[in-house]
Every structure is written in C-alpha cells, then in structure tokens.
C-alpha cells in the first residue's frame, strides 16, 4: 500500500506538471480555463495524497517502472512531434490510471483493517476529483480532435 501511495505521489505530480504544460500550448480560453481549475484541483489533491501516506504511517518510494514511465510521459508532454489533441488523450489515460490505483487502496485499505481504512479515507476525495477531471477532458478532446482534424470548432 505504501508503495502504491508513492506511485500515487509521483503522478499526481507529473499530472500537475503536465497540466501546466498544457496551459502554455492552449489557446482556447475555455480550455484553459478548465485546465486552471484542474491544476488548482490536483494540487489540493496532492495535498490530500501527501496528508494519507503521513496518515498511514509508511513511508515508500514508487517503483522504478513507474518512474520510468513517469519520465517518458514527461518527455512525450514536452515533445513538439506530438499535437495537444494527442498529449492531452494521453494525459486522460493518465488520470483513469491514477483513479483506478485510488479505487484499489481504498478496496485495500477496507481489507487490511478499520484504523488502515480511515488513514486512507482522504483519497477518496482524490478519487472522485480525479473521475471529474476524466470527464472534463473528454469534452476537451472531442473539441481539439474535431479542431485538430477540420480546423473549425466542433458544434
């Protein structure tokens, strides 16, 4: 579980980290709007994650996959041969991988015992902005891929 909250960490960040990127390549001012809130969202909830793992007491490093995965998504955000369109369906994916981790601790963490159960309580929170935020960028994807692939907004 320890693990798994530092892989949790880990990502959250490069969500945010992400997300700013994002921000500077958009041009659509609703877009970006979202993203701003987004951004505001994920740092709250990187808060919540770091308050969970002190909570739970263990302190763990996230696995050397997910760090190498984490750098080549980094890298893949910051690529200029990638469209925004592209970049962002990834990042989407991104999120679905970091709900779904939140769902499995907090299945975990009902398993293991009551006093494990309400340390990771919070990320419950973390769940729920993160399924929001899934949504979102589905919206913003169905506006850039139809942008991307026309040139005109989509109706």
Same mark, same amino acid.
């Given at each position: 579980i320890a693990? $798994? @909250?530092a892989d949790m960490r880990a990502i959250q960040n490069l969500l945010i980290t992400n997300e700013k990127q994002f921000l500077q390549e958009c041009r659509?001012? #609703?877009i970006r709007e979202r993203l701003e809130d987004m951004i505001e969202d994920d740092e709250k909830n990187l808060e919540?994650?770091?308050?969970?793992?002190t909570q739970y007491g263990i302190q763990s490093k996230p696995k050397d996959k997910t760090q =190498?995965?984490? =750098?080549?998504? !980094?890298?893949?955000a910051k690529s200029s041969h @990638?469209?925004?369109y592209e970049k962002m369906a990834q990042h989407e994916l991104l $999120?679905?991988? !970091?709900?779904?981790s939140g769902l499995i601790v907090h299945k975990a963490a009902q398993v293991v015992? $009551?006093?494990?159960k309400e340390a990771l309580a919070p990320l419950n929170i973390v769940n729920f902005e993160n399924r929001a935020h =899934? #949504? !979102?960028l589905k919206g913003m994807l169905e506006y850039l891929g139809t942008y991307e692939l026309t040139g005109e907004e989509p109706d």
């Open positions: 693990e $798994k @909250l659509d001012e #609703e919540i994650i770091e308050t969970t793992i =190498q995965m984490l =750098q080549h998504t !980094q890298e893949l @990638l469209s925004l $999120k679905h991988g !970091q709900v779904m015992g $009551k006093d494990v =899934q #949504e !979102q």
